[in-house]
Nanobody
Framework: QVQLVDTGGGLVQAGGSLRLSCAAS????????MGWFRQAPGKEREFVAAISGSVGITRYADSVKGRFTISRDNAKNTVYLQMNSLKPEDTAVYYC???????????????WGQGTQVTVSS
C-alpha cells in the first residue's frame, strides 16, 4: 500500500511559477514510477508528466513540455512538479500518482494523492 500526499498548490498570475510536492509512504518508493495528472472543471482527468523509479526517465504531455519539470528525491520519498510560465489553461486540481510500471503510469496508476488546487489568473 502506498499513500500519497500532494501539496504546493495555490493562486498565481499568468507567467508565474509553482512547485508541487508529493510525499509518499513506504520503503519501496524507488520501485514506483510516479506521475502527475490534472483535472480542470468540466473536463476529464489528464496526464501531465511521469518519471520512472530509479533511472529517472521522464515523459510529458505536449501541453506542458518545456514549461514543467518532474523530478524525484528517493531519499525523501518525494516527487516534485516544477511549473513555470503558467497559463490560465493550467488551472486544475493536480494529482500525484504511483504505479509500478512506467508503461502503465500514464494510463492507469495504482495509487492517487488527494489533489491540490492550482489556479492561474490572467
Amino acid at each position: 500500500q502506498v499513500q500519497l500526499v500532494d501539496t504546493g498548490g495555490g493562486l498565481v498570475q499568468a507567467g508565474g511559477s509553482l512547485r508541487l510536492s508529493c510525499a509518499a509512504s513506504g520503503r519501496t518508493f524507488s520501485r514506483y514510477s510516479m506521475g502527475w495528472f490534472r483535472q480542470a472543471p468540466g473536463k476529464e482527468r489528464e496526464f501531465v508528466a511521469a518519471i520512472s523509479g530509479s533511472v529517472g526517465i521522464t515523459r510529458y504531455a505536449d501541453s506542458v513540455k518545456g514549461r514543467f519539470t518532474i523530478s524525484r528525491d528517493n531519499a525523501k520519498n518525494t516527487v516534485y512538479l516544477q511549473m513555470n510560465s503558467l497559463k490560465p489553461e493550467d488551472t486544475a486540481v493536480y494529482y500525484c500518482a504511483a504505479e509500478r510500471s512506467f508503461v502503465k503510469i500514464a494510463a492507469s496508476p495504482e495509487y492517487w494523492g488527494q489533489g491540490t488546487q492550482v489556479t492561474v489568473s490572467s
